[in-house]
């Protein structure tokens, strides 16, 4: 077994699961660019129902993330996630197959209900030694940025070729494919990751929720997939209006999206060499801001806009990628499946009401009113952030703590909270673990020293 790299187990772990990932979510975004112009026959078609059928998935989402978690647990990771994927494909059909608009928000409804990201974040758990955890998270992290690049290039050619109903028709088949991907190249687990790590814990969610530093995460990734999908149920519009042919749309998005990435970067840079998150942070939110103000004031012509979507991608690909570890780094010790459970129900009721109100401000207000409504709530973030404070970079352990009592516990937890570079510990007797979030001075030898002396 590698110990400074992946192993060939892992590797496939990470890989794999990746891409069960990113298949499921191409099959949610994949509409975004092109719902709003390739569904105006469906009956009962309407601005506000564009946007409720663009963000249903979001509600049910959220409903079902935490418990799909917590099930995952109880009858294990592949029976919930493949159950997931089945539900995905049938919604991806009910929608393939709908005549009305109110068709397809069931089965955007339905998609959502297979609700997998925590099993599958578990199983990658589970199936990952703790110093290579963060490696295989990643991975997946960036199959997720990459399935969002790639549905704005493919959603529009699909629907051009295959029309709506071809292109639902293509996400239950992603769905299939996921499913065998889980069944026949993902390892079956021995053991299950502790909770801590992986799974939401129903008792922590009150103090996820009150926590002032993760509170202002969880708002922030809200206003962020909110905005997202108000601007998609506006922009694929006001392009057409502009002079852009919806099936030339995925030449500007594309090269946005890959031009942006690369603007990114040196927001990345900056912020780790100044050690000043913060600030980057605070520079991605104005960057996303003067997007949605180009938007609005230049919103026919094409030049402006396409500068626009360039600028809107690089402040929503930082933020994206910045926002897990943030929560990460702020979340308590032992907390992480808690903190991310809130984290990600926030981001998909952040989908669904951005579908909702992106909808309503069209119809009342055109696009014009959509992008202004989404300047006021990125503002309203900028100011959200003033209280903010900049994390301190520690990394994450969790090991194995074989301990008989609450006495040897605590004693344990005193122990390794007084090692050089231990920013906190705790031991949970439950468990059997120990976790630790530590500095760059950390030596993981002498934390295994204390786990194997502790009487």
């Known amino acids: 077994m590698a110990k400074n790299g992946l192993s060939k187990t892992e590797q496939r772990v990470a890989f794999s699961l990746a891409s069960v990932f990113g298949l499921r979510m191409m099959g949610l975004f994949m509409i975004m660019p092109v719902f709003a112009l390739y ?22 989402q959220a409903l079902l993330q935490i418990p799909m978690g917590i099930l995952s647990d109880k009858y294990g990771r592949k029976p919930i996630i493949l159950g997931g994927l089945l539900l995905f494909a049938i919604g991806s059909l009910v929608a393939a197959m709908s005549d009305t608009i109110y068709g397809v928000v069931a089965g955007r409804a339905m998609q959502g209900m297979g609700a997998i990201a925590a099993a599958v974040l578990a199983l990658a758990a589970d199936l990952t030694r703790d110093e290579q955890r963060t490696k295989v998270m990643a991975i997946i992290g960036m199959c997720i940025g990459s399935s969002f690049a790639l549905s704005l290039l493919f959603g529009p050619i699909v629907a051009q070729h295959l029309g709506l109903s071809g292109l639902f028709a293509m996400t239950a088949g992603l769905a299939i494919l996921g499913m065998l991907i889980v069944q026949l190249l993902v390892p079956n687990p021995i053991t299950q990751a502790p909770k801590g790590d992986t799974v939401a814990a129903p008792a922590k969610l009150k103090a996820m929720l009150t926590d002032p530093q993760l ?56 912020g780790v060499k100044k ?12 960057i ?19 500068l ?16 897990p570890s943030l929560i990460a780094k702020f979340c308590p010790v032992g907390d992480k499946g ?33 992008f202004a409504v989404g300047l006021g709530l990125m503002a309203l973030w900028l100011l ?31 122990k390794l ?39």
């Not at 404070?389 to 344990?412: D, F, H, I, W």
Request: some cysteine; glycine content about 10%.
């Open 39 to 60: 569904g105006q026959h469906l009956e009962g078609f309407s601005p506000l129902w564009v946007g409720i059928a663009i963000g249903a998935y979001g509600l049910t």
């Open 215 to 270: 509170f202002r995460l969880d708002a922030g990734i809200f206003i962020l997939h909110l905005v997202l999908t108000a601007v998609f149920v506006a922009l694929p519009l006001d392009l057409v209006d502009a002079g852009l042919a919806k099936e030339k749309h995925w030449m500007l998005y594309f090269p946005a999206f890959v031009g942006a990435f690369l603007l990114m970067v040196p927001l990345i840079i900056i």
């Open 275 to 286: 050690k000043n998150t913060k600030a980057t942070f605070q520079v991605s939110l104005l």
């Open 288 to 306: 996303m801001m003067a997007a949605l103000a180009v938007m609005a004031l230049f919103a026919h012509n094409l030049v402006m806009l396409s």
């Open 308 to 323: 626009a979507i360039l600028l809107f991608f690089t402040g929503f690909n930082y933020l994206e990628a910045s926002l």
């Open 338 to 370: 808690s903190a991310m459970g809130v984290y990600s129900t926030s981001q998909f009721l952040g989908a669904f009401c951005g579908g909702l109100l992106g909808g309503g401000a069209y119809q009342l207000m055109g696009a014009e009113g959509v």
């Open 384 to 414: 959200l952030t003033l209280g903010m404070k900049n994390p301190v970079l520690l990394k994450s352990y969790t090991l194995e703590a074989k301990v008989q009592g609450k006495e040897q516990a605590r004693a344990m937890a005193t």
């Open 417 to 455: 909270s007084q090692l050089t570079g231990v920013a906190e510990a705790m031991v949970v007797l439950e468990e059997q673990v120990a976790y630790l979030k530590v500095d760059e001075h950390f030596d993981l030898r002498e934390a295994r020293a204390v786990l194997g002396s502790v009487n």
